[in-house]
């Protein structure tokens, strides 16, 4: 008796085992059909101090391109109703009929629903994250009919002292390669999105004595920035815009360091046939006059006991690496440690360091 319940219990547990077993087996090999996977960079857990830590993508927007460029107009799921030219799928605040691969969100993979029933045939996809709804609308009612029309309508032209002014959720685009697909398999095609422009952090070092940054605030302005924002690479320096004069707040850091953050278009002027010059940032910082060891802080004679109250102008610039790469997060340490020029056409010059990084997103959307 005691052997037949033992063995019993022994084919329950069996059973039971191959159920849960035919039950995972059953989960994990669910069609996906058609999905694009997002490369693990922009949902990356890695944090950096990057201007755009608070960055988020909102919305992912998928065009299928033939291989004359064209926009290809797609019924969804072969329903009879009216063909679409690009698939919106919103990311944040999640839309719930955002479908991921195994209904996992880690896996960074969307599955394209509206489009299981289409064949293709030597197509791409051209993905857009963050794009504005007046080009979306564009697209979606054919006015821009082809990739060229897209890149161009997305691309951004900055007026004339408005160096300062690329502002984020900045465009993330790429596109996949050519690939066909009939539906009998499940095809994953993987897209590298990539922003147009780098992040920059230039944290000045007040090492002269004589520059008083708790007291006075500094002045800054951005020189001969590109001024277009290319989807494609550009290497270049093409119609340069300056920058207004910016304000660099006070510090009591100790010591002393301010920050300057900024965001700018690539460029490679290493490149054979590129044109233009590196950009630069021009400073105006107020140094004291007279002795910093006086007592009271009082210039010498002829001024008496007269404190040095104002400073006055001295000018140092920065000029930026010959490469900047998009996508990238710069960080620049500038040490000033001697006397400036009284004149901006005279701007001392200032050596650096500098790290590179890939420029991530955080993770918006827990997994």
Not at 85 to 91: E, L, N, S
Request: include cysteine.
């Amino acid at each position: 008796m005691k052997y037949s319940i033992y063995s019993l219990l022994l084919a329950c547990l069996l059973g039971l085992t191959s159920f849960v077993a035919c039950q995972r087996m059953h989960e994990e090999e669910v069609p996906q059909g058609l999905t694009i996977h997002l490369s693990q960079e922009i949902f990356t857990k890695r944090e950096v101090r990057a201007p755009s830590d608070q960055s988020v993508i909102k919305t992912l927007d998928v065009i299928f391109i033939d291989n004359s460029g064209n926009v290809q107009a797609i019924a969804p799921n072969n329903t009879g109703s009216t063909s679409k030219r690009v698939f919106r799928y919103v990311i944040d605040p999640l839309d719930p009929s955002v479908k991921w691969k195994n209904n996992n969100r880690s896996t960074n993979t969307i599955v394209l629903t509206e489009v299981q029933h289409q064949v293709f045939s030597n197509v791409k996809m051209f993905v857009l994250a963050n794009l504005s709804q007046t080009v979306y609308n564009d697209i979606a009612n054919g006015t821009l009919d082809t990739q060229n029309k897209i890149k161009d309508a997305v691309s951004v032209s900055l007026a004339a002292n408005t160096a300062h002014a690329l502002t984020e959720p900045f465009l993330l685009t790429g596109e996949t390669a050519s690939f066909s697909w009939d539906g009998n398999v499940d095809k994953e095609v993987p897209v590298d999105l990539k922003r147009a422009v780098a992040a920059i952090d230039v944290v000045i070092h007040y090492d002269w004595d004589k520059l008083d940054p708790a007291n006075h605030e500094g002045k800054y302005t951005l020189k001969e920035f590109d001024s277009k924002t290319y989807v494609g690479e550009h290497y270049s320096v093409d119609d340069p815009v300056n920058s207004t004069e910016q304000t660099i707040p006070r510090t009591t850091n100790n010591p002393p360091t301010s920050t300057i953050t900024f965001f700018l278009n690539e460029y490679d002027l290493t490149k054979t046939g590129t044109t233009g010059l590196p950009p630069y940032i021009l400073l105006k910082l107020k140094k004291l006059n007279g002795a910093k060891e006086l007592p009271g802080g009082k210039l010498p004679p002829p001024a008496g006991d007269e404190k040095d109250v104002n400073g006055t102008d001295t000018y140092y610039r920065i000029v930026l690496p010959p490469t900047i790469q998009r996508n990238y997060y710069y960080t620049l340490h500038a040490h000033i440690s001697q006397p400036g020029s009284d004149t901006e056409e005279g701007a001392t010059t200032l050596q650096f360091n500098f790290s590179v990084l890939p420029w991530v997103y955080k993770r918006s959307i827990p997994q």
